[in-house]
């Protein structure tokens, strides 16, 4: 699995990260200050600091998850697939958060710099949060569009010289809201200041496509 930053996890990473979505998940996350003691000393055997832990799972709980109230319930209409998908995939994005927040914070320690680091700590879930809302604006954007113009649609960069190269790649590309190029990419969330949007798919339109099955698919 691949963390917000590109970097990946190893399998034992994989498996405190769904161990960890899984409570956040739960209507008992939103009134917990830490992590469960069980769940945080899976942590340990990673190497990660029992006073990191604790800091990153307090963070974490913090806030509510993206779309959601103090109490875990919804606070935006999700009827839509890609807001849906989204709603399902921020315990698992926040859990990707409390993992390397800790990883983080161990390091700060063993540096001696862990009042700054948990201070700047503060900016990482403020980022994360913002990550998390504009993830969510995105894919209710783009189910509309889906809605009026869809269902095939075709990726759209601002095509100037301050485009990134994760978005350029995605240039034309065909796509539906059920079959997102790259498995999870939105147009617009691709990154923090990402400003890619999606135009429902013309026959007359000059664009790659893969067929698969019959039909133009992400790629």
């Not at 921020?90 to 990883?103: F, G, H, I, N, S």
């Not at 301050?162 to 790259?182: I, S, W």
Request: glycine share 6%; aromatic share 6%.
């Amino acid at each position: 699995m691949a963390a917000p930053s590109g970097e990946l996890f190893n399998p034992a990473e994989d498996a405190l990260i769904d161990a960890v979505a899984t409570f956040l998940g739960t209507p008992l996350a939103s009134q917990a200050t830490y992590l469960p003691k069980a769940l945080a000393a899976r942590f340990e055997p990673l190497g990660l600091a029992v006073k990191a832990v604790r800091e990153a799972g307090r963070l974490a709980l913090s806030v509510p998850l993206t779309g959601r109230g103090a109490h875990g319930s919804p606070t935006v209409s999700l009827m839509s697939s890609t807001a849906r998908q989204v709603k399902a995939d921020e315990p698992v994005m926040r859990a990707q958060y409390v993992l390397m927040a800790a990883k983080r914070l161990t390091k700060a320690l063993a540096l001696d710099v862990y009042p700054q680091a948990q201070r700047l700590e503060e900016n990482y879930l403020k980022a994360h949060r913002v990550a998390g809302r504009n993830r969510l604006a995105a894919a209710i954007a783009l189910d509309k569009v889906a809605v009026s113009d869809g269902p095939w649609l075709v990726w759209n960069t601002q095509r100037d010289t301050t485009v990134e190269p994760d978005c350029a790649a995605l240039e034309g590309r065909v796509f539906t809201v059920d079959n997102l190029p790259n498995g999870n990419d939105i147009p617009g969330a691709v990154h923090s200041y990402c400003r890619c949007y999606a135009t429902g798919f013309t026959s007359g339109a000059v664009v790659p496509i893969t067929f698969r099955q019959g039909a133009p698919h992400a790629f």
